[in-house]
Structure formats: C-alpha cells, structure tokens
C-alpha cells in the first residue's frame, strides 16, 4: 500500500507531542527518529533525564576516570520505555568508534562500549548524550498516531539536543515551527 503524503518516512526528524497527550510518558516529548519504516519505527525520547548521572554510569560498567576533577554530572537519558538496558549516545560530528551511524553532517548514533570508554579515559571532545531505551512503535501504529494529530515532526536539529536543557526541548521544538503551545486548539480536525 503506498504510503499518504503526511506519512511520509520521517528518520532522522524530530517527532514533537502535541500539547493534548496528557499524563503519559510522551507528555511534553520530542523524540528523535532513528527508523521508521513498514515493520514499525524506533526513536530516541530527547526529554526525559533520569536520576543517574555519567559518573553513576560509568562506575556502574567498572570504567574507572582517568581525570577525577573532570564534570560528568550530565544525566544519562531515558530514551523511551522499550528496552531499558540498552544504550545509545547521541554525539556531534563524524565519529572514530565503532558501530557508528551518521545521522547527517552533524550528528552520529554510536551504540557500542568504545564511546563510553573514551568518556572514562577523557579522550571524547564532542557533545554527547546518552540514552537508555528506546521509543518503539509497531506496524502501522506511528501512522494512525499521525493521522490522529499526535505529532507534529521537525528538521532535526544538534543545537535543541546538545544546548538545551531537557525540561527546555519540547518548547523549543514548538517555537522553531513558529507555534505558540498555548495558541494550539485542543482539539484537530482533519481535512
């Protein structure tokens, strides 16, 4: 079946609640899209900080920092629901460590140990951002989501992920559309 024009493949765009999904984990998310294609599609919740940090993480893999004084209060990110123990980092540029998938000129998704390792041995120089989990929907799922005005999705863009505050994303994705949250009908008609 071809797809409608607004459901389209949207990997590598931002995904962007509307301000009605209220009470659940996407209240208020942006969520960067990693996969979307006929068998489902998978992304990255951008808004969602937990309560460890780098250090606690690093410590709990058993790599020891090389540079004590270095600043790794940075959260570790909750990246959906799915699959919690899995983890991926977000990071600026081309990249030298393995599995490593450009996302465009100016971002990478690294899913491999090698990054983290070089965190411990003060050796990255990038921004970085890593996440736990996964966004995941099946079949067809993100598509009626779409058609019922869930979403809105955006250009991706390194400057909401790595110069923003989490708690600062969702509003920011709103204001570079040009939309004022509180100017949103809460209720969408469809065309």
Do not use: C
């Amino acid at each position: 079946m071809p797809q409608r024009e607004n459901e389209q493949a949207i990997a590598n765009k931002l995904l962007i609640a509307m301000p009605d999904q209220g009470g659940g984990f996407f209240e208020k998310s942006v969520i960067l899209m990693l996969e979307h294609n006929e068998q489902g599609a998978m992304g990255l919740t951008l808004t969602h900080p937990s309560d460890m940090d780098m250090h606690a993480l690093l410590d709990n893999l058993d790599m020891p920092l090389r540079h004590e004084q270095r600043d790794l209060s940075q959260p570790v990110m909750i990246g959906g629901p799915v699959q919690p123990d899995r983890g991926f980092i977000l990071h600026h540029g081309r990249s030298r460590w393995e599995n490593t998938a450009r996302l465009s000129d100016s971002l990478s998704l690294t899913v491999s140990l090698d990054f983290l390792k070089g965190i411990a041995d003060d050796r990255v120089v990038e921004a970085y951002e890593v996440y736990l989990g996964y966004a995941g929907w099946g079949a067809g799922q993100l598509e009626q989501e779409l058609r019922n005005n869930h979403w809105l999705f955006a250009e991706a863009d390194p400057e909401l992920i790595f110069d923003l505050p989490p708690e600062a994303r969702w509003q920011a994705a709103f204001a570079r559309l040009g939309i004022n949250t509180h100017q949103i009908s809460r209720t969408a008609g469809h065309a």
